[in-house]
């Protein structure tokens, strides 16, 4: 069983920075494609980046050139760092562990809030 935890969420003003980070429990992380995505209240859930197992990186187009996914396999640890937040970011973002194959599983962090004032 794997558990991932988010943290660093919380208030910045629009223009600021914050730094997201997903702690994953359990062995094998290094195997997990890690996402980020994120729902804003009365929206459906989005898909924010993706980091594959090679360290291929996307992002949708709403935060291409302001946010960067990264990874830390040997601290169980995906990032998503966050620039130039603008007040349409404001939303629970959520980290997403998936293991491909005839193993496959996936799993959701509780989610950490972020808010981003105009």
């Known amino acids: 069983q794997v558990q991932v935890v988010e943290s660093g969420g919380g208030l910045v003003q629009a223009g600021g920075s914050l730094r997201l980070s997903c702690a994953a429990s359990?062995?094998?992380?290094?195997?997990?494609?890690m996402d980020w995505y994120r729902q804003a209240p009365g929206k459906q859930r989005e898909l924010v980046a993706v980091?594959?197992?090679?360290?291929?990186?996307n992002y949708a187009d709403s935060v291409k050139g302001r946010f960067t996914i990264s990874r830390d396999n040997a601290k169980n640890t995906v990032y998503l760092q966050m620039s130039s937040l603008k007040p349409e970011d404001t939303a629970v973002y959520y980290c997403h562990a998936r293991r491909l194959g005839p193993l496959s599983a996936d799993y959701w962090g509780q989610g950490t809030q972020v808010t981003v004032s105009s």
């Open positions: 980091i594959t197992i090679g360290g291929s990186t």
């Open positions: 359990g062995s094998g992380f290094s195997a997990f494609v």
